[in-house]
């Protein structure tokens, strides 16, 4: 059982939208995700979730708009897994079905710590 | 979770928010069950599906609707009118999930959809869209055609719903029993979009036949519908799918009848088709659709094909003719006349008759003919006849099938 810590942030361009998947689509997609639930369930320490859009940014000079605007890439999901190794990591979050799709992908942090 | 439930759902919504919200509004609806279907991958991923997800996804969908009427309606006056009183933060009406209710919803939608002023070619694509829950790109490789001539046909449809002065909630039975035979027309269009297609794929034909067997179950099981000739339509349905899964070689190659490996057949829907063709049985009523459910079952029911009681198809098919007069069911009464009295018989079925254009120019019409003329020993015309099937082939699985049949002595 690995122990290191992996914080996943799935991040998207804004404008990119995807075109509707259909029903039949979705259905695919939930199966897969699902399966990919199943086998990495060990790894998945907080499913996490998607962020909404919008948010605030608190700094010294107070309440500002955010997310930070000069990012291109809006995070749009984050969650923690647990790998062997970064490319462990890399592997697990690569392998889950949506997240690397056209305009959007996942970066994936080491969590320091014991 | 059930295979098709994320498309059954979304039939079964929008024929019920269809009925709430009114016609007009149908892509409202569409929307907002797409939407539904949406935040369900998200949140069920997440924390596993609810307890009742037909339920979870109603609440869903008729929050997104009630929403989406209150911003463009603007004045909740009309929302009121339209969708009944609800106010904000209230729960919405405990969802109309019981099984008739559902059928009922669907059921009307399917007339919606038939609708006379609605063109013949919009009435296909609508009931696939919105009771099937296809998206216009898979509607498009299902019926070969591009999916801007989706869009075109979708959107004379809505335009018409939008003019049309009929509504779900109206029609009185005698107007639905009068619009039937449209409605059963367009099942019998669906089943044989399907069962007739040559889509490389056998799961995408397999999934329109189901489609028009699930649609065609729910008519004749509902007063409305309950009449013999959707017996019989469906009864035909449950014996042509019967065979379905044997029509093809391991390499995707089609099989002729009699190479068929007859214990691949379904019995389950073998039994199912008699069923319905007993029910359809009672009554003074004989349909085309009497005959073609009973030249499925002379096939499906023949212990071989050796053993095919050809008599009795041709008889069949000749009833058909004067039902359906078309040159196709000439044409394969004419193979089951050879089958019977043997190949000059059946090319005396054809003596005379000059075939129209179309079936000239389709490889049928020399196939046949090829066939026979080589069983008749009339090698030099069975060899010209050949050429021209192999030459008008629509597949490359449909020429490799001739290539084998309409092998000539030399």
Known sequence: MPTQKYLCLQRSSPGRQMQQPSPAQMQEMYSAFNAWKEKFKANILDMGGRLKPGGKFLG???????????TKELIGGFMIIAAESYDHALGIAGACPGLIAPGSGVEVREIVGP | MVEHFFRHEYGRLVATLARKAGLRHLSLVEDSVQGALHAALTAWTAHGPPDDPGAWLYRVAFNNLTGELRRTAGRLRILERTVGTVAEGEDPP???????????DMLRMLFVCCDDAIPRHSRLVLALKTLCGF??????????????SVYKRLARARDRLRESPLDLQTPPFETLRARLPGVQAVLYLLFNEGYLSAHPEQAIRRELCDEAVHLT?????HPVGAVPETFALLALMHL?????GARRDGMGGLLLLEEQDRSLWDRERMRQGAQWLERSATGEVFSRFHAEAGIA???CFAPSFGQTRWEEIAELYSMLERFAPSPLHMLNRAVAVAEWQGAIAGLAVLQGYVPPAWLVGSYLWDAVLGDLHRRAGNLEIARQHRERALAS??????R?????????PT
């Not at chain 2, 042509?240 to 379905?244: C, D, I, K, Q, S």
């Not at chain 2, 490799?400 to 000539?408: C, N, P, S, Y």
């Open chain 1, 60 to 70: 010294e000079s107070g309440v500002t708009d955010g997310p930070l605007v000069e």
């Open chain 2, 94 to 104: 405990a969802p109309s999930y019981f099984v008739g209710e559902v059928a009922d």
């Open chain 2, 135 to 148: 998206s216009v790109a898979e509607i498009a490789l299902r019926l070969f055609t591009t999916e801007a």
């Open chain 2, 217 to 221: 179950t729910l008519l004749a099981e």
């Open chain 2, 240 to 244: 042509h799918a019967a065979r379905l």
């Open chain 2, 297 to 299: 079952a002379e096939h």
């Open chain 2, 393 to 398: 082939a629509p597949t490359e699985a449909v």
């Open chain 2, 400 to 408: 490799e099938l001739l290539r084998r049949r309409l092998i000539v």
